[in-house]
């Protein structure tokens, strides 16, 4: 059975960071495309990162470049996002994903996703 379990979630200050984590079981991350996503109520959910396991590139939507990195922990079969210079507009609910084609992922689907994680970005 495939499980992605996101944590590190949370409420964060404008200008702060928080470092979510996917971690996986029953599948090993190495051999996936991984995205993290995010949906805000009412809005449709929005690709946040992409990394392709056959390029090795990572893609991302302008609003967050430079703010947001993905990195894997394979020993770990773990994936995380760093999010720096948080922005109240950052408030949605994170999800990781992953699939076999990264076509998928770029029309913000996947194979499996994780349960979501909440972060609130607020003073």
């Known amino acids: 059975q495939v499980q992605l379990v996101e944590s590190g979630g949370g409420l964060v200050q404008p200008g702060g960071s928080l470092r979510l984590s996917c971690a996986a079981s029953?599948?090993?991350?190495?051999?996936?495309?991984i995205g993290w996503f995010r949906q805000a109520p009412g809005k449709d959910r929005e690709m946040v990162s992409i990394?392709?396991?056959?390029?090795?590139?990572?893609y991302q939507p302008d609003s967050v470049k430079g703010r947001f990195t993905m990195s894997r922990d394979s020993a770990k079969n773990t994936v995380y996002l760093q999010m720096n210079s948080r922005k109240p507009e950052d408030t949605s609910v994170y999800y990781c994903?992953?699939?076999?084609?990264?076509?998928?992922?770029?029309?913000?689907?996947?194979?499996?996703w994780g349960q979501g994680i909440q972060v609130t970005v607020s003073s």
């Open positions: 994903g992953v699939s076999i084609e990264v076509g998928t992922l770029s029309h913000d689907e996947a194979d499996y």
């Open positions: 990394f392709s396991c056959t390029s090795g590139h990572t």
């Open positions: 029953g599948i090993t991350l190495d051999s996936y495309n």
